[in-house]
């Protein structure tokens, strides 16, 4: 799988948009992008994935560029309960449920 | 409908014991995965099943082994238990095999955190 890179931490004030980069250039034509978040002492949740269109859903919006090569994840009107560690997941489509984790961002959004 | 369920939530055991863990899948999901958790090391996966057989390993030693019941509920067990197995040990499911072409997301339960002393 493509390794993806990411910024470790972020900040967001509450009420703003809260915009995650993720690069992921060597990225494959079958592989999506998805996206995890993970609050202290839970399990990932699962966000949104997407493989070159642009894709929104009740929780965020993911934004691919043309190449590929980045993505944004939008969290459009953040709050206190968004602060968690987000990661960026390339996975290659029917290859199973092996994902490999980065060190991801840590999101903290203030009040 | 239930997410995926693991139990126990939280285990204290001694180096040299085993230990069993259980995780049930979101009803209708067939595939299920195990990651481990450390701060050292991230999330890394263990395995993966499907249809009770096993269709994905991770790089771990074969202290570590799993299975899957005929109703997609999944136990993965450690032996020899070693200070370094304390990690909070995951259990992923989602509704395609392994094999399948359709990605479908994978779902997490909150863990199990297991402490070796």
């Known amino acids: 799988d493509a390794k993806t890179t990411q910024p470790p931490s972020m900040d967001c004030a509450e009420g703003r948009a809260a915009n995650l980069p993720c690069n992921h250039s060597t990225i494959s034509g079958n592989e999506y992008v998805y996206w995890y978040r993970q609050i202290h002492s839970q399990g990932p949740q699962y966000i949104i994935h997407g493989l070159k269109n642009n894709e929104t859903n009740e929780m965020a919006s993911l934004i691919i560029t043309e190449d590929r090569k980045s993505s944004t994840l939008i969290l459009p009107h953040a709050t206190l309960r968004d602060t968690a560690v987000y990661y960026c997941?390339?996975?290659?489509?029917?290859?199973?449920?092996?994902?490999?984790f980065g060190g991801g961002t840590r999101l903290m959004v203030k009040p | 409908k239930a997410g995926v369920t693991q139990t126990p939530r939280y285990l204290i055991k001694t180096r040299g014991q085993q230990v069993t863990l259980s995780c049930s899948p979101i009803s209708g999901h067939r595939s299920v995965s195990w990651y481990q958790q450390t701060p050292g090391q991230g999330l890394q996966f263990l395995f993966e099943y499907f249809s009770e057989t096993q269709r994905n390993k991770g790089n771990f030693p074969g202290r570590f082994s799993g299975r899957q019941f005929s109703n997609s509920r999944s136990e993965m067990n450690v032996s020899t238990l070693e200070l370094g197995d304390s990690a909070l040990y995951l259990c992923?499911?989602?509704?395609?095999?392994?094999?399948?072409?359709?990605?479908?997301?994978?779902?997490f339960g909150n863990g199990t955190r297991l402490t070796v002393t």
């Open positions: 992923a499911s989602s509704l395609a095999a392994a094999a399948s072409s359709y990605n479908s997301p994978l779902h």
């Open positions: 997941i390339v996975r290659v489509v029917g290859a199973g449920n092996m994902l490999t």
